[in-house]
């Protein structure tokens, strides 16, 4: 499993860049994957509605506690791929710390090399969407 993400430095709030972020990911369950979680579901093959799920995520490692840095806010987010690009969902987790004059926003994404091309499309359309609300904005890919 590998680990895509980028490191953002902002002057949005963090309520701002959390919005984005949302706005951004609800949006990016595209019409090609609610045809295909529809056909899916008509043919029983896929129980339920599938939609884009919010969770808040949490560390699994037992040094956890000793995060002294911890995130004023997280988010994570798992939207649904297209059956045609293999089915599943593209995980993307939202970290942001203010210090203050400005903003960090770690954006972490798992992928294998099946999902790396959604997982990729998704962070790109996050990076535009910061892009296009903060003119200032830092961003170091990692």
Partial sequence: MR???MDM???LTVEQAASVFQETAASMFTGAAKLSA???RLTNQ???AQRVEFFTPRSESPFAALESDEADFCVGVSIPK???SGG?????????WDRGDHREIRLRSPS?????????QVLVGLRQAYAAK???LKIQEV
């Fill in 38 to 40: 529809g056909l899916r």
């Fill in 46 to 48: 896929l129980p339920g």
């Fill in 112 to 120: 294998t090399i099946g999902s790396s091309g959604s997982t990729r």
């Fill in 134 to 136: 903060d003119t200032q």
């Fill in 9 to 11: 430095r902002t002057c």
């Fill in 88 to 96: 599943g969902v593209v995980v993307v987790q939202f970290f942001a």
């Fill in 3 to 5: 680990i895509s993400g």
């Fill in 82 to 84: 297209a059956a045609g």
